[in-house]
């Protein structure tokens, strides 16, 4: 393994507790997207695929959201029922994390959001995911643990 190697690219993992009725509406997460794309400088790759799904089950029901961006992806899946969504961003093109987390507490307003920033690449060191975005914690890339 190179000592200078970069990583390929990024990828900012959002788990939220405690959303907004927001996240039951597709007109809603679909602005949600489109303000996110201009805000964190990507270039969206056509409309985000908003699509609701396991209407027969109460505990799953809920919106799946894939927004293609020229350097890869955003996907969302939105719980009707308890309000918790799951977001991930990546891109081979550096993610403001701040900036991200700010659109979405704007539009979803969670009481909790747990956030993993992983710098993703085969040959750089593993990293410890999660850490509460409430508290004062630093997500910085630079914050890496070995497993």
């Known amino acids: 393994m190179s000592e200078n190697r970069k990583p390929w690219g990024q990828h900012l993992v959002l788990d939220l507790g405690g959303c907004n009725e927001n996240i039951c509406h597709k007109e809603d997460i679909s602005n949600f997207v489109k303000e ?3 805000a964190i400088k990507m270039v969206a790759y056509g409309e985000p695929v908003i699509v609701h799904f396991a209407e027969h089950s109460y505990e799953a029901a809920g919106y799946s959201l894939v927004q293609l961006i020229e350097t890869s992806a955003i996907m969302g899946h939105f719980s009707d029922n308890n309000r918790d969504a799951y977001l991930d961003i990546f891109s081979c093109k550096s993610i403001d994390k701040d900036t991200a987390i700010q659109v979405v507490e704007k539009h979803f307003a969670p009481q909790q959001i747990r956030a ?11 990293q ?5 975005h409430n508290t004062s ?8 643990h070995a497993l």
């Not at 993993?116 to 593993?126: C, H, M, S, T, Y």
């Open 128 to 132: 410890s995911p999660f850490q509460d």
């Open 137 to 144: 914690v630093n997500l910085t890339a630079n914050a890496q």
């Open 36 to 38: 996110l794309v201009k």
């Open 116 to 126: 993993a920033f992983l710098e993703r690449g085969i040959d750089l060191p593993l």
